[in-house]
């Protein structure tokens, strides 16, 4: 399978959880969902369609010089009608916690404070195939002609201003391998893998003797056009490096092992 290889990253970023009813708490890397959401704008498709005209994306993603920083910045938003909007930092701004009333004729509606975890400095590897070589994915490689993609609308990091850099790695055949432990660079599934422990997965030491930061996250991984969304349990190893796993879902991609989100 034709696979492309780029790089994603940026200032700042938010994912925020699919748990949380206004922005607030951010996964630590961007789901499929959201890098599905980030492929739709570099091809120009229309809003909430990327789940659906990029069903068949096979997705990777590798994390590149470790967990990005996190900063917790207090955002002014606006609440009518039951809808939480952004709006403007006044120049005194109230203190935090504080809930001021503007409902006057306008109906502009309640203004308050939410704390907002963002992501400093994310950096990812993504890996992007298609099985079936549609015409979307002929699409994408076209406009990675260059080192910078051409862009149809401008890619972020979750939220609409955190702007996203791409620049062009590779782009090679992906080559399934059979099922041995492999050494996987990327985010795994957990029911991709020969079900391994957590506490084994940390009792193994790499060649300068320390142990891999892994973690089981759960992250959105299927959204449709409702806006319901289906998760799935991931291996994450916190460093970037990567985690012995035995699975039949691993692909050689040029001299690495990756998998699919």
Request: with cysteine; proline share 6%.
């Amino acid at each position: 399978m034709q696979t492309l290889s780029f790089r994603y990253f940026g200032r700042v970023g938010h994912f925020m959880r699919a748990e949380m009813n206004a922005s607030a708490l951010s996964y630590p890397v961007p789901p499929r969902t959201a890098l599905l959401g980030m492929l739709g704008a570099i091809l120009g498709l229309p809003k909430d369609c990327s789940s659906t005209e990029l069903s068949d994306a096979q997705i990777g993603l590798r994390i590149q010089g470790g967990m990005p920083l996190r900063h917790y910045h207090k955002a002014n938003v606006r609440k009518r009608n039951g809808i939480i909007k952004a709006v403007s930092v006044k120049l005194k701004p109230a203190k935090s916690g504080t809930t001021w009333d503007e409902s006057d004729a306008s109906g502009r509606g309640a203004a308050s404070q939410v704390t907002q975890e963002w992501l400093m400095n994310p950096d990812f590897e993504v890996f992007v195939g298609s099985f079936e070589r549609r015409s979307w994915f002929a699409d994408l490689v076209a406009r990675f002609d260059g080192e910078v993609p051409r862009c149809h609308f401008t890619p972020c990091l979750g939220t609409a201003w955190m702007t996203a850099q791409l620049r062009k790695k590779h782009l090679a055949d992906a080559v399934p391998m059979p099922e041995i432990e492999h050494a996987v660079e990327t985010i795994c599934r957990t029911d991709q893998a020969d079900p391994p422990s957590l506490r084994r997965l940390l009792e193994i030491k790499y060649d300068d003797g320390s142990s891999p930061a892994v973690q089981e996250i759960r992250l959105p991984r299927i959204v449709t056009e409702d806006r319901i969304f289906s998760q799935a349990d991931y291996f994450m190893e916190m460093n970037g490096r990567t985690i012995p796993l035995k699975t039949s879902h691993a692909w050689q991609f040029e001299n690495r092992v990756i998998t699919f989100l």
